[in-house]
């Protein structure tokens, strides 16, 4: 006992020294910042005293590196080097963790030299676009600039041999008895350098050559007899050499071999991977306690919801405990597990924080390849467990245990979109609805098949999380509103296999398009236990989900009890939720890497009729049957062929007449004779309202409508919801959509019918795929577009199909910046026989010559209107109107290029961008009085223009503020009438209320300074409203008064001011005192306006003299001297400042007989007979101020 005892106490000190020795090791060392700006990228350089770990994940514009040691130096010093590419940083967490923000989405590489770590930030290399791009030219040779870097890693059982892709690209393996040949579909150089830094046998011995398809073939020499294994690890291919033989005896009879490994048993290989994981990990692998897999069999309750009752030693309850427990676990026994940034011993560069050991724990065993493909999506902290609010309605979760099946009840009140899958050992019900689930009956449940309940908050939804035994499936149904997960040990399968299906054209490029319909808001969210992103699309009707997954080169769709689940596999994929479907692209990569149309899921052939009255036999998709339609008539067979249906027709009853009719129908249309076709669709409509109304006779009316030129009416058949979900369907409505210029669901349209179908007449699919193609260079899918070109070229086409064709090409090349070969294909056109594709040649040369400056514009006008005559009647004219519109608006020739436009809106005036020509219309014409360009034409010319395009007057304040801008520039060149009739339209037609009295009132004082009292009135009468504010109100009454004295009616006048006491109402009164002689009042009134003004001896404006002339005037002709004097005594030195001097000094100082009357005053002196008090005022302010300023 003793001697176990010392040997205790030995080990514990050795242990202590050894810790105390690692403590010294691993003391703390501070980083330095440095920073240096080139051309093409920033850096940030962090220098250390000994080499420290790092790991870097990368969240949108913000890059995370978190060191194992705190960085100290000062960054903003640092930063003020920078600022091209690296906006800010900042060091947080004691200083391990540095946020790097980028100025734009920028590339990044993060690399060791010695002791320092380097981020540098810019246009480091190509983006993945503009490799796709070099690619679909094929115009030279492939580059060999990027090489393969290939590492060397010793293990104690098998030599690692590691291959840096520069790109992910397929590869090939063929095993021979001396040496393994990994084949690659593109060609690189093998890094020579890289590779002799090891050397060994082995490595020596690769050699690498060009193989016949122009791909790269790589030889790996090996021992006779040895074993090897190989696997995909994002980028890298891994290939493992195995030291030592395996014995055949360790084979089992009953073992699958996996795919991935040459020879060998697969037990003992899975077991090599996992132990590789773990190792990489720094884990310690976890033991089976008796050495034996648990049976298949076996169902066990595996899950307790009750820990004390949970044996915690076991692999199972291992298995069962939540990630956060064994994270913990993880934690603690192997500290803080940080893979750095340098090579590892195998080769293969990872870089982590610590996240990789949640992986490794639900990685499925013989899959390493999972640890090698970090995604920067992987969070440290698990989904659902964060601090978000749940909100929406409360809904009961039950559990009720059946036999040999648990159901798992959510009773939601309302009808809400659902996705049911198993992953990881988990159960997912998701929901496209946001609600707090009451888990309060499942959690305190005993053993059982399902457990360990938790509700994760995902955005536009939410989700309940369980655990579920190995081989339990689940099964979907309703009862009501509620959702039913059944679950058992029986293979379940959703009753409806989503049916997917490759678009090599759409808006975003090639993509895969899954059929369905009650589609809820797709939710992304984040697996808790195996780290990655999900995309979830909920669907309302029963059982609709995937009975297989299904891998694609970016992303992955896996399989489920109920709904869409995608996991993407690049950063940049896309959903996109429509009416009848979901779409998965990636718009940034112009599409997916998909190949040519297939359908991926459910049968190939129906097997029976999928609706009342369509044929059997139909692929998927197709609603018309052409080959059994020509019933394999040959073309002198055609008119035997006719009049034997036709003798059919005659022979059979009314009644049964219908079916001959339709077969005549359908050869017609089979061998493109659309007119005949759509003769006996009319009369089957007439006599058979039943037939017509099936999908396939309505398809049939839309498509001969479209052949026929009838675009619009084949539009209108073509839209009927039977036709939904047929792709053939939907090549005719994006065909008929693309001939009436709708281009954005012509585009949506064609990339659900894919392609166009072999069978069809010739001149069908001429004139399909050229619209399709046009549609798919709208979209700037080159490849789409090429591929309908390739079709049209493949077919024979006629002289006229062919420079068609050539023209398109010409479109793809230019967009593709080809742009002299273009421009060859565009020149040839022009002096060809064929006027379609002369005619736009033509004008697209012109485009080019304007964008290039070869031209200007007024010679593009006059070339422009040149071809406006060579093609008339359909979009090209409609084009050319609206282009050369906009041409004479930018040469500022308003008339001529608001009459283009206003010709394409009225010669086209159902085309889909009429509306559009309508409101730049409006816009411009209104531009041209609101921003000032009006001020710099004559007021005649802007009136003119106005008069000219009075309909684009825009509603509301806009077009009044036009109408009364251009009444004040009249107003100032004094035409009267002209600005008075702009007026009264607005008053009688545009406005109401307030502003409808104060323009009113403004009308009435243009007609009276043009001497129409009457037609004032009118005004006034015109406009009256409620409601106006007393200043407003006084004056219109003032106008009144004014109108009603200049028709003779001068005491009405008086009688509507008489409670006015304002200078004006004076003013007005003067001019009624005046009129009329009545010289004692209109004494006291000048009197009153005048007030105080001269009486200090200053000098005094013209006004004030005229009003104390006309005072003088009124005290002479009434003869009041007294006051006569007083005002000669007062205002004489101010008067002989004025040119009424000699009028005041002749009135002031008359005698008895020299002035016998007033006609005599008046007659000696004008500017004593001319006196309006009233008008003048206004007169004055107008110049000074606008017209729609008065009021």
């Known amino acids: 006992m003793n001697k176990y005892a010392d040997k205790k106490i030995v080990f514990t000190y050795l242990l202590t020294f050894i810790w105390a020795a690692l403590i010294v090791i691993s003391a703390p060392s501070f980083a330095k910042i440095n920073a240096t700006q080139a051309k093409d990228f920033d850096r940030l350089v962090f220098d250390w005293e000994s080499k420290v770990k790092y790991s870097v994940q990368r969240f949108g514009l913000e890059l995370l590196i978190e060191f194992d040691q705190p960085v100290t130096g000062d960054m903003q010093a640092a930063l003020q080097k920078l600022g091209q590419f690296i906006k800010s940083a900042k060091i947080q967490s004691a200083g391990k963790e540095v946020v790097i923000q980028f100025t734009a989405r920028h590339k990044y590489k993060v690399y060791r030299i010695e002791n320092s770590i380097s981020v540098e930030v810019g246009r480091l290399e190509q983006t993945r676009k503009i490799n796709k791009l070099q690619k679909s030219k094929n115009e030279s040779p492939r580059s060999t600039d990027k090489k393969v870097v290939i590492r060397v890693g010793e293990h104690p059982k098998y030599r690692r041999i590691v291959f840096e892709l520069p790109a992910l690209i ?48 790589v030889s790996i020499p090996k021992a006779k007899g040895s074993k090897f294994r190989h696997f995909l690890a994002g980028k890298k291919i891994v290939v493992d050499l195995f030291k030592q033989k395996i014995s055949d005896n360790k084979k089992s009879k009953n073992t699958k071999l996996s795919p991935n490994i040459s020879t060998g048993d697969a037990s003992n290989n899975q077991d090599e991977n996992k132990k590789f994981l773990l190792q990489q990990l720094g884990l310690k692998e976890v033991q089976q306690t008796n050495g034996e897999k648990p049976e298949k069999e076996s169902i066990q309750p595996l899950i307790s919801n009750d820990p004390k009752k949970e ?61 090698f493909n970090p995604s920067k ?128 054209t759409s808006p975003q490029g090639p993509r895969v398009f899954v059929l369905a319909d009650g589609i809820g808001k797709y939710i992304e969210t984040y697996d808790p236990v195996v780290g990655d992103r999900l995309f979830i699309v909920p669907l309302s009707p029963l059982s609709r989900g995937l009975k297989m997954s299904r891998k694609f080169a970016q992303f992955e769709i896996l399989r489920s009890a109920q709904g869409l689940i995608v996991r993407p596999l690049i950063d940049e994929l896309e959903i996109r939720v429509m009416p009848d479907g979901v779409a998965i692209t990636a718009s940034q990569f112009k599409g997916l890497e998909v190949s040519k149309r297939q359908i991926v899921s459910g049968q190939t052939i129906s097997g029976g009729s999928q609706i009342d009255g369509l044929p059997k036999g139909l692929e998927p998709g197709r609603i018309f049957n052409l080959e059994t339609w020509r019933q394999n008539t040959k073309p002198e067979e055609f008119l035997e062929m006719k009049q034997s249906i036709q003798q059919q027709i005659s022979q059979a009853t ?136 390739d079709a049209i070229a493949q077919g024979r086409p006629t002289i006229g199909e062919q420079a068609r064709l050539n023209y398109l090409r010409g479109r793809v090349l230019y967009a593709s910046s080809d742009t002299t070969t273009a421009l060859n294909y565009w020149r040839r056109l022009t002096q060809g026989s064929d006027r379609w594709a002369r005619v736009r040649a033509k004008r697209a040369l012109i485009e080019h ?22 093609w008339r009647g359909d979009q090209l004219e409609f084009d050319l109107l609206r282009r050369l519109g906009e041409l004479y608006i930018e040469e500022k020739d308003f008339p001529s290029g608001l009459k283009s436009l206003r010709q394409a809106v009225t010669f086209f005036p159902n085309n889909i961008a009429a509306r559009a020509v309508s409101k730049k219309m409006t816009k411009s014409f209104s531009g041209i009085y609101t921003d000032g360009t009006s001020d710099a034409m004559t007021p005649l010319t802007a009136l003119a223009l106005y008069d000219q395009f009075r309909e684009l007057t825009p509603v509301g304040r806009r077009g009044d503020k036009i109408i009364q801008r251009l009444a004040d520039r009249l107003v100032e060149v004094d035409l009267l009438d002209r600005a008075s009739i702009l007026l009264d339209r607005q008053v009688r037609f545009r406005l109401q209320g307030v502003q409808k009295a104060q323009v009113g009132g403004r009308l009435a004082l243009i007609r009276l300074l043009d001497r129409q009292p009457g037609t004032a009135l009118e005004a006034l009468d015109e406009s009256v ?17 004014r109108s009603v004295f200049e028709l003779g009616d001068s005491e009405t006048a008086l009688k509507l001011i008489n409670a006015d006491k304002e200078r004006d109402a004076d003013l007005l ?41 006309n005072w003088v005037v009124a005290l002479s002709m009434s003869e009041q001297g007294e006051a006569l004097n007083k005002v000669r005594q007062i205002y004489s030195l101010q008067m002989d400042m004025t040119q009424y001097r000699e009028a005041f000094r002749l009135i002031t100082n008359k005698t008895d007989g020299d002035i016998q009357d007033f006609r005599t005053l008046t007659d000696r002196f004008k500017e004593i007979g001319r006196f309006q008090a009233f008008l003048t005022t206004y007169r004055e302010k107008l110049k000074t101020k606008l017209l729609s300023e008065m009021n």
């Open 377 to 504: 999506w992987l969070v440290n902290k698990l989904a659902g467990d964060d601090k978000n609010t749940l909100s929406g309605p409360d809904v009961k979760v039950r559990l009720l245990k059946n036999n040999n099946v648990d159901s798992l009840f959510v009773d939601w009140g309302k009808d809400v979109p659902a996705a049911v899958f198993t992953r990881a050992g988990n159960l997912w019900v998701v929901f496209g609805e946001e609600a707090r689930f009451d888990l309060s009956r499942v959690q305190n449940l005993k053993k059982g098949i399902i457990g360990d309940f938790r509700q994760l908050s995902v955005k536009g939804g939410t989700a309940i999380l369980a655990k579920i035994a190995p081989g339990i499936s689940p099964a979907v149904w309703r009862k009501g509103s509620s959702w039913v997960v059944d679950l058992s040990a029986r293979i379940t399968r959703p009753d409806v296999d989503l049916e997917l299906v490759t678009q090599q």
């Open 654 to 789: 009314s009644i049964a007449r219908g079916g001959p009719r339709l077969r005549l129908a359908q050869f017609y249309f089979s061998k493109g004779l659309a007119a005949e076709t759509m003769g006996l669709l009319r009369t089957i409509s007439d006599s058979d309202d039943e037939m017509a109304r099936r999908p396939d006779v309505i398809a049939l009316r839309g498509a001969s409508h479209f052949i026929l030129g009838r675009f619009l009416e084949a539009e209108k058949e073509l839209d009927n919801k039977v036709l939904n979900g047929f792709s053939e369907a939907e090549l005719w409505r994006g065909a008929s959509n693309a001939a009436q210029g709708k281009w954005t669901a012509a585009i949506e349209h064609f990339a659900r019918a894919g392609e166009i179908p072999g069978d069809y007449p010739r001149n069908f699919s001429i004139q399909l795929a050229l619209l399709a193609a046009e549609a798919a260079i709208r979209a700037e899918d080159y490849r789409g577009a090429g591929v309908f070109l």
């Open 1069 to 1109: 009164r003067a001019d009624i005192f005046w009129r009329t002689r009545n010289w004692v009042s209109a004494g006291k009134v000048f009197e009153r306006l005048l007030g105080n003004d001269g009486q200090d001896g200053r000098r005094i404006n013209d006004l004030s003299a005229t009003l104390i002339l």
């Open 170 to 217: 397929k590869y090939k393996v063929q095993d021979s008895e001396m040496q393994i040949d990994l084949l690659f579909n593109e060609y690189f150089e093998l890094d020579s350098n890289l590779k002799t830094k090891k050397a060994n046998a082995n490595l020596l011995g690769i050699n690498s050559r060009k193989s016949n398809d122009g791909g790269l073939v």
């Open 1025 to 1041: 409203a409620p409601g106006l504010d007393p200043k407003l109100a006084l004056q219109r009454k003032r106008l009144r008064a």
């Open 849 to 870: 010559k304007l964008r290039t400056n070869i031209i200007t514009r007024l010679q593009a006008i006059e070339s422009l209107e040149q071809l406006r005559f060579a």
């Open 311 to 371: 044996d915690l030693s076991s692999p199972k309850s291992q298995d069962s405990r939540s990630l956060s427990e064994r994270k913990s676990k993880v934690s603690k026994s192997e500290k803080n597990i940080m893979i750095t940034g340098k090579q590892a011993d195998d080769g293969v560069l990872l870089r982590d924080s610590g996240t990789q050991a949640e992986k490794v724990l639900s990685v499925v065993d013989g899959a390493p390849s999972q640890i």
